[in-house]
Every structure is written in C-alpha cells, then in structure tokens.
C-alpha cells in the first residue's frame, strides 16, 4: 500500500500521543539542548508525523518532544503530516527518514527502532537485512544488529554512554558475551568515568577476564580486591585491575625500570624493552650531537658492563 | 572399535554414489539412522558425508613470524569427535557435524600431482582439522592412506591422533615413510579437559604396539598448559613416555604451550570460567595470537627441553610448535635457517 501524506497545520491540543510504540528516540543531552534551542529560535519547523485519530483528533507517531514544547509554549497551531494508507512496513520506513533527516541516530535509537519495528510489524531481523539494516548505518546481516539491539535493552542509566559515545560499541560486543549480572556489574563499576574509548574497552575486557580467570561474578571480584572506581578515574581503575590480570608481566614492568636505573647510565643513553617483553631482545639508544658523545657514551656504558651494574638486567634477558 | 561417537548419519545425494560412502554405511552401526539430505546436520554428534569441492590439500598455515616446520595438511575430514577444552574447533566450528570427504578419488588425483611438484621429502598430516584416527574403524581413512603413501617413499605420512585406535597400522607391515603420533598431556589434565579421547596410558600402549610393529612413532606436547604444578606434572610425563617407549623410535617430539586466536578470550572466556590456568598472562604476540607471558613460556620449554634430552639425548629431533626464532634461540640456542626444520624432521626420508 502506498502511503500519502498531507501536509497541514494542527491544534496541538488535536494531537494525541497514543502510545509509545512509535518512539525510539534517545537524545543525549546535547541532542536536547540542541532541540530546545532551535526551538525557543524558530519554533517547529519540521512537521509531526500524525495518523488520523479518533473524528478529528490525530494520533501522534513522531515528534513528541515538539508536541510537548508547543504545548508548554501555548502555541495554537503546528505544522503535522498525515500518513494515509500506509502499511506498517513503510510507516515504520518514514518514521526512520523523518528521524534521520532530523540528526543521524546513535546506537541506542538503532536498537529501539529495530525492537520496536520487529515487535510493532512482526518482521524478523533477517527480512530487515538488506534495505533496514543499511539505512541504519549496519551490514546487511542480522548479526551486525546484536550490539545495538544490546545497548538499547539496557537499563536507562546505562545507555546514555552508549548513545553519546563515550561507551564504545566494541565494548558492548564484549558484555553481551558476559552474563547479565556481570556485564551490568561492568558497567556499575565504570559509570561515569570518563576517558578514551580504547581505554574503556580494555578496561571492560580485562575486568571480565580477571573474574572469569577467578571463577567469582564481577561484582564479587570488585569487592575483593578493594577496587573503588569513585576514588579513581578510568586510567587508574584500568592499570590496577590491569596489575591483577597480568601479575607476571606486571612485575616485570615495575623491576625492569628501576634495574636500569640502577645502572647508572648516561642520561642520553636509556635501554628499551620490546612489547610485552616478547622476545628477549632489548634496544639500547644513545642519543650524541658529537663524535666525543657518543665516545663517552660507549665507554660509560663499557664501564657500567664491567662493574656489573648492568647484572640486574640479566632476568630480563633471553 | 570404542564406543560410536556419533548419533546419526546424513549424506548429501552428491556424495552417494562414491565408494567411501558405501564402505562407510556398511560399517555403520545398525541402529544409527541414516537419511539422505543436501542439508548439512548440525553437531558434532552426527555425520555428515559430502563431497569436496575444492583442494583436500594445502600447507600448514602455521603463523607469520615463527619459525616453520614445512608441514602439509591433507584433510578428509573436517571436525573432530573429541571435546578438548582449549581445541579451536570447539570455538571456532562448534556446530559443524562430523564431515566426511567422499570423493576421495579426487583427493588422490590431487596428491599425486601435489607430489609432483614437491621439491625434495615433506611431512603430511591429516590432524588440523580433525583427529587422524579417532574415526578410522568407521571411514577407513589409515588404511586408505598407507596405500596412497606406500609408492612414495618421499612424503613422510604423520597420523596424529589423541585415540587408541591402531588397527589399521597393525593389521599392515610397517612403512618407513608413515609415522604414527600423539598429542600427550598427563593424566589428571587429559581426564579433566580432553573429553572422549583414550586415556594417556592407553595411548601410550598403543604407540608401544605400533612401534613394535615396525613403525616410528611421534609426540605431541602441545598444549603444554601452564596450570598449578604443571612443571612436575609435565616432568613426569615425560619420564612416563620415557620408560615406555625408546628413543630410537621416535622420528620427533614437538612442544607447543596453550595458545589462542585473537580476541579469544573475550568471547569464549566466559565457557572457561574458573579455568586460571587458561588466562595466564595471555598476551597478544606478533600475530595476534594470545600466548603465555614471555619468561613463562620459556620456562616451559627449557624444563620439556631437559626433560626430553635427559631421554632422547642430542638426536632426538625436538622442535617447537609456532614459536618465534627468538624462542628458538632462548631454548635451544639456536635460530634454524628457512626449511632447515623441515629437512631435519625428513631426514633419511625418500
């Protein structure tokens, strides 16, 4: 059936929201601040999308938030269109291009437009695949929606770092792997620190990891070892769980750099382990402006090998 | 025969007519159902007999920067009935069935002209992707192989295999060119985390069965899991290989210590839950994949290192499983040139 649409304009007290089936919107608070700006600026410019309603009413589908403000503003007219003869399919497919022509939809507004569409028209996820799912910035298999579907399942306090960004959609991949209690345990622990995505995502690996490794829920393994993520940021939380997910290397990480301190080289002249300490095999960098430097440097470090001040060293070596 | 380890049959009308097939189903239990479908079934419980459409051989893919062994793969089978904790088929196919290969004609059309342009001896195997014996009562494969290698003296023929079954070595004169191995952990680990395999003594009386008959046989050390004890543990097994079988049966040791696919432990972490010995300080190395913390690994290597020569001496062939040349070089004190593992393992071959 193909849908039509009227434009006109409404009272807003002939608007009725009918339900919340149709809402999957979101915002993050700049996606709010942004929308009462323009409208304390301009009014409402885009229309509601309407259906028609009980005699002259009509049922509100998208633009909620406008609706709301013209109400609280007193305004006796807002531009709406009505969908007529507009099968659920292609209703759900206008109120994604209404969406999307407003700002484009962040992960937690994919999610609840998928579960709500699929829950609304009885479609699967696997008929969405190749014209829904790419629309919504996914590849066109089911699969690529399991994160987003995810994040928007959350509680509503957990999804606001996913919609803003500051909570990475990799991160989402490695809790939905997790049980229930722990990735919400995850997500309790680090809430409301702020710091680089890749930063959290290893955080939320390695937090998993450590309570898996010890067989006890992640809440549990918090709690034992003392871990207050108030009384620290991201980067301090991540080094100490860190610590107790690679002890080994950790300790060489602290030994290694008070062995070369000990001994006693030249200030331009440092010692360099390789990643992870894989391999065994070092580098050692001298930095000269002159031919005398770096001179003076091959015999500091000659001396220092001689006296054995470089013998702490050895455990490190291959 | 042990015990069936699938449930039922499906083979794919493609894969019908093939002789393997009817061999196949006429060693079948009678009571496991048989149907014919394109389908493929889901599971490591059923058996799904099809053809292959593309190459049964190919070279190990091994990993980039470590150093090389010059292996082969020639795979009729694809997934394997046993369920090791730590195999990659369990995470990375743990809904593919029990895949037989039936046009193993053409698996030897392919062989024969692969042996054509080999240069010089090579090893094959048939245990990547699944176990080299653990099926054979019911596809027949040892004995399909023999005859395939017995003409060519160059292609060094490695079964590997975590089962007891040996019939098919036994019930043949030996063939220089065929070696029979196992993958060997100690017996508390094979009990807790190598589901449906034979028991390590039992694979140990089957290496010494076979050995006597004629054969060279090879060990597996791989993974060597890095788990409370483990140095004891694997010390003692191999003092336990060592007063069953003699050295100078054995055409090569390898050891490899528990490694993974990236991004491994994030998703599949959860199923090892309370596992310690499987996190470890895993690290991501060159290639990605995750492996022991450096000096931990070495540890490993060295102990199996003394171990093994305390046995075998300085002619036992000795090589590391994926391993950089730099472990090589901690180890062994020694970094092989390209291909010079490989011609170690084939010497006197051809």
Redesign the interface.
């Known amino acids: 059936m193909v849908g039509v649409r009227h434009w006109r304009t409404a009272d807003p007290r002939d608007v009725i929201v009918a339900n919340e089936i149709f809402s999957f919107s979101w915002p993050t608070a700049a996606d709010h601040r942004d929308l009462q700006r323009s409208l304390g600026r301009r009014g409402v410019l885009r229309p509601l999308l309407c259906v028609a309603g009980k005699g002259s009413q009509l049922a509100l589908v998208a633009g909620g938030r406008r609706l709301a403000w013209a109400g609280s503003v007193g305004l006796k007219a807002v531009p709406v269109a009505v969908l007529e003869d507009c099968g659920p399919g292609e209703l759900w497919g206008r109120l994604l291009a209404d969406a999307q022509d407003h700002r484009p939809l962040n992960p937690v507004e994919v999610g609840l437009y998928l579960r709500r569409r699929t829950a609304h028209t009885g479609e699967t996820l696997g008929a969405l695949e190749s014209e829904v799912l790419p629309a919504l910035g996914l590849s066109s298999r089911a699969a690529a929606a399991e994160d987003v579907l995810w994040v928007s399942g959350l509680p509503p306090e957990h999804r606001h770092g996913f919609a803003d960004g500051s909570r990475p959609l990799h991160a989402a991949?490695?809790l939905r792997?997790?049980?229930p209690e722990d990735s919400l345990a995850v997500l309790a622990v680090t809430h409301g620190l702020l710091g680089g995505i890749n930063k959290f995502t290893d955080l939320v690996?390695i937090l998993?990891?450590c309570?898996?490794?010890?067989?006890v829920p992640v809440a549990e393994w918090v709690a034992t070892h003392g871990l207050d993520s108030t009384a620290t940021g991201l980067e301090a939380l991540r080094e100490q769980v860190r610590r107790r997910r690679?002890?080994?290397?950790s300790r060489?990480e602290e030994a290694f750099p008070a062995a070369v301190a000990g001994a006693g080289l030249p200030s331009r002249v440092s010692i360099h382990p390789p990643g992870?300490?894989?391999?065994?095999?070092y580098q050692c960098r001298m930095t000269f402006s002159t031919l005398d430097e770096l001179h003076q440097n091959l015999l500091t470090v000659l001396e220092r090998l001689e006296e054995g001040r470089l013998a702490p060293l050895q455990e490190f070596l291959? | 025969m042990s015990v069936v380890p699938f449930d039922r049959v499906v083979v794919d009308p493609a894969a019908a007519d093939y002789s393997f097939t009817r061999r196949f189903l006429g060693r079948c239990p009678g009571d496991v159902p048989v149907s014919e479908s394109h389908i493929k079934p889901r599971g490591r419980r059923s058996v799904f007999v099809t053809r292959e459409p593309g190459s049964f051989l190919k070279p190990c893919p091994c990993s980039p920067g470590v150093v090389r062994c010059g292996y082969w793969v020639l795979s009729p089978v694809f997934q394997c009935p046993f369920q090791c904790s730590y195999c990659f088929l369990r995470f990375y196919a743990p809904e593919e069935p029990l895949t037989l290969y039936a046009n193993l004609e053409d698996a030897e059309v392919q062989f024969r002209k692969q042996v054509r342009e080999w240069d010089g001896p090579v090893r094959l195997g048939t245990g990547e992707f699944a176990d080299s014996l653990a099926l054979d009562g019911w596809t027949g494969h040892a004995d399909w192989l023999l005859g395939l290698v017995a003409e060519y003296p160059q292609v060094l023929l490695e079964l590997k295999t975590k089962s007891a079954e040996v019939s098919a070595l036994l019930a043949r004169p030996a063939l220089p060119n065929v070696v029979a191995a196992w993958s060997l952990n100690p017996g508390a680990r094979v009990a807790s985390d190598e589901r449906g395999t034979a028991s390590l003594s039992a694979r140990l009386a089957a290496a010494v069965s076979v050995a006597e008959a004629g054969y060279r046989v090879a060990f597996h050390f791989d993974p060597v899991v890095l788990g409370a004890g483990w140095e004891d543990a694997y010390r003692d097994l191999v003092r336990q290989l060592a007063a069953t079988v003699a050295p100078d049966r054995v055409a090569w040791v390898s050891v490899g210590t528990l490694r993974f696919p990236p991004h491994f432990l994030e998703r599949w972490g959860r199923t090892l839950a309370g596992r310690s010995e499987y996190f470890d300080d895993m690290l991501p190395g060159s290639d990605g994949k995750l492996r022991s913390f450096w000096p931990l690994r070495r540890r490993a290597y060295r102990v199996m290192e003394e171990e093994l020569r305390r046995w075998g001496g300085s002619e036992l062939p000795v090589y590391l499983c994926m391993e950089s040349p730099e472990m090589w070089q901690s180890t062994f004190a020694y970094e092989p040139a390209e291909g010079e593992v490989a011609a170690v393992l084939t010497r006197g071959c051809g």
């Open positions: 991949r490695l792997g997790a049980s690996r998993l990891e309570a898996w490794r010890d067989g690679y002890p080994h290397l060489w992870g300490f894989e391999g065994g095999r291959a």
